[in-house]
């Protein structure tokens, strides 16, 4: 291997041979490098064999990219049998295996969040006998992060005496009933059965723990307890886990991640190797200075400090417009000015912001000024609802047991089985404590249901057994997917249930994805089947829909408009930073609630590291509420970075104001820079 080209750290870090280690990767450090280049050099200069490697990261696109570059260094051949996924694959795959020792069957569904949302609603709507009526996404919040944190529905604890939590913990046992007579698992199981499944049957454990001898965790400063102890469980008897992170870029605090992961990594794994890397090959010595001084103020940290053997570049540009509209036009002009000064594509260009609603005003000021642009965020493929009716009638097939989607079809595309007819059902299901399919083989007779309904159901039993069966014997899935489509006449529905011709034609589009992905999904799978299909659709992530979404969106040449959040993991040669001001970054509700500011300096750290070679923040002097303009203050980050570094300036394009409005802004503008760069 030539390994000429890593630096003295990174080198260290690829010949580590056995215990654990920790390394400490900045931003722009080229730590997928390292680990890319670990892995070929644990297959071909240590001779582990390839079954034996183990490499996790948190999206399907970056285990992708991790797995085509492993390939490139040692080829395909010697990456047959190796394992890089997600977290989410791993235990799919794990659980897949051994799932039945927890009294599932292995064709278990997996529900997403529209199956998981009717399904507490659905229980809510039982459990709620005075009328009330609750909000299920926030029962369902509750849930979740009770299962990221491997509270089981018999340790659920009411902590804030909240009515929101009374209900959790009396939906929650109910919750997990439900899904698992329905043979269901939901996203959050996933991990939280496969660590009980471990707990509860050594032996289980053990078989994994010799097959995965070098465990490689990418950004694991964003792992949750769930998956912490899963890592734990599986590095225990040998050590060898390898983890690479920076603790300077934990912003997922609100998602589960806990920073206590990585800052307890040497005390949890004693003996373990540090390495920092912190030679930075993204940005400019200035940037790299500013977010340096930015991060230092974090009291729970790592103490590291990124640097360049590059040039120092333009001082950090720091703006103070008049309102929210100037802002836009000053970002505009400047990408404006800077195209044409430099040649650049309009996708050297990104706003970020750190909440979405801020971008109104530069979506306005981009469409007036005819700058192409695409805003990173919406609703994604395999959330809109013609894409999961289409999905579910796939879910039912493989699983017949699974009630939430068999509900969600039986009448759709319309067939004469009202919810009439529907509730009838379910009351004998119920009442007779038979599955909903089994009752749908077997109704009630004609009389009870009435004869048109009673024909329904049996040409929807018979049609859908009919295509079960076929599924089961075909390898040609896309084919048969899209004659079972026709079938239904899904398109007919949409078309005349749709209020516009164009949504409508949007909508059949969709349900063409699906089999689309169907195709793609047979082309790579050895050996391809509906469930494995739906296994992956379950898992794909939320910023990766197949297409139309943010890669596709990324490689348009177009300015990027995006929150801080969606930024981590990019760059681009020009950053504008908006909002730089006390109630957006950091947030009102972080100061509001005396929360710690620490993961808000993070995320302000995270937007300065994603500029190549211009960074420019803005923020505004004052700015509507509810139609009433209200003064501003500038951010407390824009003071923790020296003087030296910034240029400050106010903006040139001021709007018209009355003169008591101009004495009040000039005021308040010199207040800010006096605080700002000191007296």
């Given at each position: ?187 959050d199981d996933i991990i939280m059965l496969t660590v009980r499944l471990f707990r ?10 010799q097959r995965y001898r070098y465990l490689m965790v990418d950004e694991y400063q ?229 004869e048109k309904a009673h024909r329904a159901l049996a040409d929807f039993v018979a ?217």
């Amino acid at each position: 291997m030539d390994l000429s080209t890593l630096n003295k750290e990174q080198l260290t870090a690829v010949r580590h041979g056995e215990g654990p280690l920790l390394l400490l990767a900045g931003a722009g450090s080229g730590k997928t490098r390292v680990i890319t280049c670990r892995i070929a050099y644990l297959r071909l200069q240590r001779g582990v064999p390839a079954e034996q490697i183990l490499a996790v990261t948190f999206t399907n696109k970056a285990a992708r990219e991790m797995k085509e570059r492993v390939e490139e260094l040692v080829g395909r051949k010697n990456v047959k049998g190796m394992i890089i996924s997600t977290f989410h694959s791993l235990c799919v795959r794990i659980l897949k295996e051994d799932i039945e020792r927890l009294g599932y069957k292995k064709n278990f569904s997996i529900y997403g969040t529209a199956d998981q949302g009717r399904l507490v609603r659905d229980l809510i709507q039982a459990h709620s006998l005075d009328g009330r009526r609750f909000d299920a996404d926030r029962v369902l919040f509750l849930i979740s992060d009770a299962k990221n944190r491997l509270i089981s529905p018999e340790q659920f604890l009411v902590r804030h005496h909240d009515d929101y939590e009374y209900l959790a913990a009396e939906i929650y046992p109910r919750y997990q009933k439900a899904l698992k007579a329905y043979n269901a698992i939901d996203f959050d199981d996933i991990i939280m059965l496969t660590v009980r499944l471990f707990r509860e049957h050594p032996e289980v454990l053990a078989k994994y723990q010799q097959r995965y001898r070098y465990l490689m965790v990418d950004e694991y400063q964003d792992t949750n307890a769930a998956q912490y102890l899963l890592l734990r469980s599986l590095a225990l008897v040998h050590g060898n886990l390898c983890v690479v992170g920076d603790d300077d870029q934990s912003i997922y605090g609100w998602r589960g991640a806990d920073l206590g992961n990585i800052l307890g990594f040497e005390k949890d794994f004693p003996g373990t190797t540090v390495i920092k890397l912190e030679q930075n090959y993204r940005s400019t010595g200035n940037i790299l200075a500013a977010a340096n001084a930015v991060i230092k103020n974090n009291g729970q940290r790592k103490e590291k400090a990124l640097w360049t053997s590059g040039e120092s570049g333009p001082l950090v540009d720091y703006l103070c417009c008049e309102d929210a509209e100037d802002e836009a036009r000053e970002v505009v002009e400047r990408i404006h000015g800077a195209r044409f000064r430099h040649d650049l594509a309009y996708r050297d260009f990104a706003i970020l912001y750190r909440t979405n609603a801020q971008s109104r005003a530069f979506e306005e000021q981009l469409r007036y000024e005819n700058i192409p642009y695409v805003l990173i965020g919406g609703q994604q493929f395999f959330d809109r609802k013609e894409v999961k009716d289409t999905v579910a009638y796939f879910k039912v097939l493989v699983n017949p047991r699974d009630e939430v989607n068999l509900l969600r079809i039986l009448n759709f595309p319309k067939r004469g089985i009202g919810e009439t007819t529907a509730d009838r059902l379910i009351r004998v299901s119920t009442e007779e404590q038979r599955p909903l399919w089994d009752v749908l083989r077997d109704p009630p007779g004609s009389e009870e249901l009435g004869e048109k309904a009673h024909r329904a159901l049996a040409d929807f039993v018979a049609l859908m057994e009919g295509f079960r069966a076929r599924f089961s014997s075909t390898a040609d899935l896309a084919a048969l997917g899209r004659e079972f489509l026709e079938t239904l006449h899904i398109e007919e529905e949409l078309y005349r249930t749709a209020d516009d011709p164009k949504k409508a034609r949007r909508r059949v589009e969709n349900v063409g994805e699906v089999i689309n992905a169907l195709a793609s999904y047979q082309e790579r799978d050895e050996q391809p089947t509906l469930a494995g299909f739906l296994s992956k659709v379950s898992l794909l992530d939320r910023d990766e829909p197949p297409r139309g979404g943010k890669d596709a969106k990324l490689a348009q040449d177009a300015v990027i408009l995006m929150s801080l959040h969606s930024s981590k993991g990019l760059e681009y040669p020009y950053i504008f930073l908006v909002g730089m001001e006390e109630g957006f970054l950091p947030h009102q509700k972080s100061v509001g609630e005396h929360v710690d500011v620490d993961e808000e300096r993070r995320l302000c750290y995270v937007g300065i590291t994603r500029a190549r070679q211009v960074l420019t923040l803005l923020g505004a002097a004052r700015r509507k509420k509810y139609g009433k303009m209200l003064p501003r203050e500038p951010s407390r980050f824009l003071a923790e970075i020296p003087a030296e570094l910034l240029c400050t300036q106010q903006s040139k394009g001021r709007p018209e104001a009355s003169p008591e409005e101009e004495e009040a802004m000039a005021s308040n503008f010199f207040s800010s820079m006096k605080s700002l760069l000191g007296d």
